[in-house]
């Protein structure tokens, strides 16, 4: 799956604005990212990312490939759900790969026909919003929907850089 993500900086009183297009509340989620760089290659040149997610509900552990364009942070995304986090990144280690960070978040999630806007707080950056959509070979239409969301919230702002990378920068938010 091709997953289509447009990221900016959320400004005040974002909520009310994606209420106000139609937005429907979904729920709040803490993440908990653990990334790995692999022992072949260096995921931050290649502009890959292995991660294990640990959410209330369960873990998933993430492959994403580079990015396929330069306005977006759209990119192939392979996820499958893992029963013991703490056992995968054992099997991770024993195998060569290393923590390279971790990332933490408080996700609030809105539903807008086929996307997902997510209103984050992540530890040591601020508060972002992401809109996300699943997309195939349209993913080019998945990104000119996401653009579109986001001009009507009223954001030209599009933010290429994963958190994790964000962090390694020292960026923050204004």
């Not at 005040?12 to 989620?29: A, H, N, R, T, Y």
């Not at 942070?73 to 060569?96: C, F, N, T, Y």
């Not at 996300?132 to 009507?152: F, H």
Request: proline residues 3%; glycine residues 8%.
């Amino acid at each position: 799956m091709i997953e289509v993500e447009v990221k900016a900086r959320a400004p005040p009183g974002i909520e009310e604005k994606i209420l106000g297009i139609g937005g429907v509340e979904m729920g709040e989620e803490a993440h908990l990212d653990l990334y790995f760089n692999s022992p072949s290659h260096d995921f931050a040149r290649t502009d890959e990312a292995l991660r294990i997610r640990i959410k209330e509900e369960g873990a998933d552990l993430t492959y994403k490939g580079p990015k396929l364009d330069s306005e977006t942070k759209s990119r192939l995304e392979v996820r499958v759900r893992i029963e013991d986090p703490q056992a995968m990144e054992s099997i991770l280690e024993s195998v060569g790969f290393s923590r390279a960070a971790v990332v933490k978040k408080r996700r609030k999630k809105y539903a807008l026909k086929e996307a997902v806007l997510c209103l984050d707080d992540v530890e040591g950056l601020g508060a972002f919003l992401e809109v996300e959509l699943a997309g195939g070979e349209d993913w080019w239409a998945q990104k000119r929907t996401a653009l579109d969301i986001m001009a009507k919230l009223g954001i030209s702002e599009s933010i290429r850089e994963s958190y994790l990378e964000l962090l390694a920068e020292g960026r923050s938010g204004p």
